[in-house]
């Protein structure tokens, strides 16, 4: 992806055809800061997004969806298997997992010290209220420029568009799920060009909702969350994961070096 200003070279990883930054989280919410900020006005957003076991099915069996994510200029490791995966398969290993879910508060606690403000686009409006409203109790010195629920179309979207340009948030939280986030930045992305940065968060407005619980800490660590997400969610995720799970370890034994 074109954009303004150039990043560092940040060493990768390749886990299941991706090149994965290798970063821990807080070097990571520091680069999502200085990054922001450093985009040079009328020029493309920066387009960071994030990688798990789901993503890295859809991208061996979808080239569409493969080329959408290459087009990042930066991936996370966004999955503790991926972290697993990068001490067995690679000759440099991931740090940690940069879960969106824990990136977010790294990301707030430093934007309150910088002034950098943010743009919440995703989820339903109830939702998406909601965590902004806990947001805003959280961190009471962040700067958040406005927020709007993930279902808009036709001339709705281009007025929402045209008015987070105009607002300038210096990072867009977009959290449409995948790949329709990234097929948003595909699309729209050129129009945003006074947004510093956009991240990609799936669930993240879901999850600060309280609608959506986490797995306990050992079992993130365990890298069994997806477990845990099945049983919590068995009707919508079972044969999710039932039928990516292998496709996304065959991806990584085959594409990962």
């Not at 109790?137 to 179309?153: D, E, Q, T, V, W």
């Not at 799920?177 to 129009?191: H, K, L, T």
């Not at 609608?211 to 919508?236: N, T």
Request: proline share 5%.
């Amino acid at each position: 992806m074109t954009t303004g200003a150039q990043f560092p070279a940040l060493p990768t990883v390749v886990l299941g055809g991706l090149p994965i930054t290798v970063i821990d989280r807080q070097d990571a919410a520091r680069l999502m800061i200085a990054s922001a900020r450093g985009h040079l006005p009328n020029t493309r957003p920066y387009y960071f997004t994030s990688a798990n076991g789901d993503v890295i099915a859809q991208v061996g069996q979808n080239k569409e969806v493969a080329g959408l994510f290459r087009q990042a200029d930066q991936i996370f490791a966004d999955g503790q298997p991926l972290v697993f995966a990068s001490r067995l398969l690679c000759s440099v290993q991931l740090p940690e997992r940069v879960a969106t879910t824990d990136l977010f508060h790294d990301v707030a606690k430093l934007a309150e010290q910088e002034g950098t403000t943010f743009y919440l686009l995703g989820s339903t409006e109830a939702e998406n209220n909601k965590a902004v409203a806990r947001i805003r109790a959280k961190y009471p010195r962040l700067r958040i420029s406005g927020n709007c629920h993930g279902f808009l179309a036709g001339q709705a979207l281009e007025r929402k568009l045209d008015e987070i340009n105009a607002l300038a948030p210096d990072i867009l939280w977009l959290g449409l799920g995948v790949p329709r986030e990234q097929i948003f930045i595909r699309d729209y992305a050129s129009r945003l060009h006074n947004v510093g940065l956009i991240k990609t968060s799936g669930g993240l407005f879901d999850h600060i909702a309280g609608k959506v619980r986490r797995a306990p800490l050992w079992v993130q660590k365990a890298g069994f969350e997806w477990l845990w997400r099945v049983m919590m969610e068995p009707r919508r995720l079972f044969w999710r994961y039932f039928t990516t799970s292998p496709r996304a370890v065959y991806a990584l034994l085959r594409y990962s070096k």
